[in-house]
């Protein structure tokens, strides 16, 4: 690639993320998610755990790929007891 500028339109790759989340719910408690993460959706990360109303959750967090108008993304939180 030396020399030539990059096509910003055209994917470069894939991304893989160690991250952690944590989810506040104003006025019932936390979210808490930790894991690998892609971009892409394709693998979701898990839910490890919370407090207050979501003392003791499981599930896992995705990223939407065709987010509502007006948001540039979305993650979607599936919660298990």
Sequence with gaps: MHGRRPDP??????A???CDATYDVTGRG???????????????????????EFAGVTGSVASN?????GFEDVDVLTLQR
Excluded: N
């Excluded at 339109?9 to 894939?14: E, L, M, S, T």
């Excluded at 930790?34 to 394709?42: E, K, Q």
């Design 9 to 14: 339109a055209r994917p470069v790759g894939r």
């Design 16 to 18: 893989e993320l160690l």
């Design 30 to 52: 936390q979210i808490l998610a930790a894991g690998h993460f892609y971009l892409d959706g394709r693998i979701p990360m898990p839910i490890i755990g919370g407090s207050g």
């Design 65 to 69: 790929t065709a987010p509502a108008k």
